[in-house]
C-alpha cells in the first residue's frame, strides 16, 4: 500500500512538473496568453476535412463571444497607482521604475470613458471572422435562393458592436445578403442564460461578475487617498521583478510590505496591452514566463471553475446553458424547412455562455474531460485557448441532392469530434443523429434538478 501511495504522489508530481513547464513553454512563446480570458484572439490556418461526396453547406448557425474590449473599470491599477506615487515621491524609482509607472498610468488614462467598450481590436476580430466565414464556405453565400442573414446580440453594447463589425465584413463579401438585427432582453434566455440556479440544500450559484458592468446605483471602490503597505507574506519572490525599479530595494519594500498586490495590479495593467494595441505598449517585457505563470494560474482556474465542466460546478453550467443548444436545433430546423431562405444565424454574447455552450458539448477540455477547478492548469486546461476574446461556436450544415443533412461543429473556427456520438465521416455528423444528440445532452444536464424538483 505504501509503495502504491509513494508511486501515485510521484505521479502527481510529474505530471504538475510537466504542466508548470508546459505553461511556461507557452507563455514564453506569447506571453499575452497569461491574461486568460482577456487575451486576443488566435487564429491559425486551416485545412478543412472534405466533406462526403456530393455534400455542399447551405446554412451556418453561429454564436461569438464580443471581440477584445477594454477592461470594465479603470481602478484595476490602483494598488500600483497608489504605491507608485509614494515611491516616486520619496525618489525612490529608477528610471526604468519611471516608465513603468508612465505605461501603466497611459494605460488607465486610455480606460476612461471606454470602460467596457469594444476596441478597435475587438473590431478587427469580428471582421477577420465574418471574412474567414465567407471565404471558407463561399457555398452557402452562392445560393440565389438563401439571402437571409439573421443577427441576435446580447443588450451589452460590445455585443452589439461586434456584431455590427462581423455584419458588416460578411456584407461587404456578401451584398445580395438581407440582413436583420435584434437585440433584446426577449433573447437574453438564450444569449446569455443566467448562472443562479439553486443546487439542493446548496446557496444559490451566483454569476462571478456583472456581464454589463457595474449594475445601476453602485459604484466602484475609489483609490484611497493615502497609500498603506499591503500586509501579509508574498506567496512568490518578486525581487527579480522588483529591483530593476527601484534605486534602493529595502526602502521600497518598507513601502510596499507585501509586495504581490502591486505586481498584480501591473500584471494586470500588462494584460490589457494587448487589447488596445494602437496604443504601442508592452508591459510584459518586464515579467520573466516564471513569473507569468504563477500571476496566471489562480485566475486560469477560477475561470475553468465559473464556466466550465467542472466537478464542482459543471451540473450548474450545463443545466443553465440548455437554451442556447436548443436554439441552435430550432433555428437549423427552421432553416431547413421548405422554401426558407436562411442563410445563416448569428448569436452575440459573452464568455459567460459560450464556454458552458461547450460544456454541455463535452468539449471545454480537449480531451473530453472533467476535473476539480484547482487541478485545471495541471491537466493543461488553458484559459487562453479555450475561451479568448471573439470565441465562437460555428455548426456547418451540409446537404446533397437527397436530401440529406450532415453538420460540422467548430470551436474557434477548428473542426472538432464531439463525445458520446459517432461521425459519418471525419468530423461530419448525421444531423437527425446530431441532433437527437443535443436533446439528450439537455435532458441528461437536467435529471440531477429534475430528481430535486428543481425545474425551471
Known amino acids: 500500500m505504501k509503495r502504491i501511495l509513494t508511486f501515485s504522489l510521484l505521479m502527481a508530481l510529474c505530471l504538475s512538473l510537466g504542466a508548470q513547464n508546459d505553461i511556461v513553454r507557452l507563455l514564453a512563446e506569447n506571453p499575452d496568453r497569461a491574461t486568460n480570458n482577456m487575451h486576443s484572439y488566435e487564429f491559425d490556418p486551416i485545412v478543412d476535412t472534405p466533406a462526403p461526396k456530393g455534400f455542399k453547406p447551405f446554412y451556418i448557425s453561429h454564436y461569438g463571444r464580443h471581440g477584445s474590449r477594454y477592461e470594465q473599470n479603470s481602478t484595476f491599477a490602483r494598488n500600483a497607482q497608489g504605491a507608485f506615487a509614494v515611491l516616486d515621491s520619496l525618489g525612490l524609482l529608477t ?32 471582421r477577420m471572422l465574418a471574412a474567414r466565414m465567407f471565404e471558407r464556405f463561399p457555398a452557402v453565400f452562392k445560393d440565389k435562393s438563401r439571402t437571409e442573414v439573421n443577427s441576435f446580440s446580447s443588450t451589452n453594447f460590445r455585443c452589439i458592436v461586434s456584431m455590427c463589425n462581423f455584419a458588416n465584413s460578411l456584407q461587404q463579401k456578401f451584398p445580395a ?3 436583420t438585427f435584434t437585440s433584446a432582453e426577449k433573447y437574453m434566455s438564450y444569449i446569455n442564460p443566467s448562472l443562479r440556479v439553486r443546487r439542493p440544500n446548496e446557496p444559490e450559484v451566483q454569476r462571478p461578475s456583472f456581464p454589463g458592468g457595474m449594475p445601476p446605483g453602485v459604484r466602484p471602490p475609489q483609490q ?38 502591486f505586481v498584480r495590479a501591473i500584471f494586470t495593467t500588462a494584460g490589457l496591452c494587448q487589447l488596445i494595441d494602437f496604443m504601442g505598449i508592452d508591459i510584459y517585457r518586464h515579467f520573466t514566463p516564471e513569473e507569468l505563470a504563477y500571476l496566471w494560474v489562480q485566475g486560469n482556474n477560477n475561470i475553468y471553475r465559473m464556466w466550465g465542466g467542472s ?26 424547412e421548405p422554401g426558407s431562405h436562411r442563410a445563416a444565424d448569428l448569436r452575440f454574447g459573452h464568455d459567460t455562455s459560450i464556454l458552458p455552450l461547450f460544456a454541455l458539448l463535452g468539449v471545454d477540455d480537449p480531451q473530453h474531460r472533467n476535473f476539480p477547478s484547482r487541478e485545471a492548469s495541471q491537466h493543461n486546461w488553458y484559459a487562453f485557448f479555450q475561451v479568448p476574446m471573439a470565441t465562437n461556436c460555428q455548426m456547418i450544415f451540409y446537404r446533397n441532392k437527397k436530401g440529406e443533412v450532415l453538420t460540422k461543429v467548430l470551436y474557434n473556427e477548428k473542426e472538432i469530434l464531439l463525445p458520446g456520438i459517432e461521425p459519418v465521416s471525419g468530423p461530419y455528423y448525421s444531423w437527425p443523429e446530431l441532433r437527437a ?19 425551471n
Open 95 to 126: 528610471e526604468t521604475g519611471k516608465a513603468l509607472r508612465d505605461d501603466v498610468e497611459a494605460v488607465v488614462e486610455a480606460h476612461k470613458g471606454m470602460e467596457g467598450s469594444l476596441t478597435p481590436r475587438g473590431a478587427r476580430e469580428h
Open 177 to 179: 445578403g438581407e440582413f
Open 224 to 261: 484611497p487617498q493615502h497609500y498603506v503597505p499591503s500586509p501579509g507574506i508574498p506567496g512568490y519572490d518578486f525581487s527579480r521583478f522588483l529591483r530593476p525599479l527601484f534605486t534602493d530595494m529595502g526602502a521600497a519594500m518598507r513601502v510596499l510590505g507585501n509586495p504581490e498586490p
Open 311 to 336: 466537478t464542482e460546478n459543471g451540473d450548474v453550467i450545463r443545466y443553465a446553458i440548455r437554451p442556447l443548444l436548443m436554439d441552435f436545433v430550432e433555428k437549423a430546423d427552421a432553416a431547413m
Open 437 to 455: 444528440h443535443f436533446f439528450h445532452l439537455c435532458e441528461k444536464a437536467a435529471e440531477p434538478w429534475t430528481r430535486a424538483g428543481i425545474v
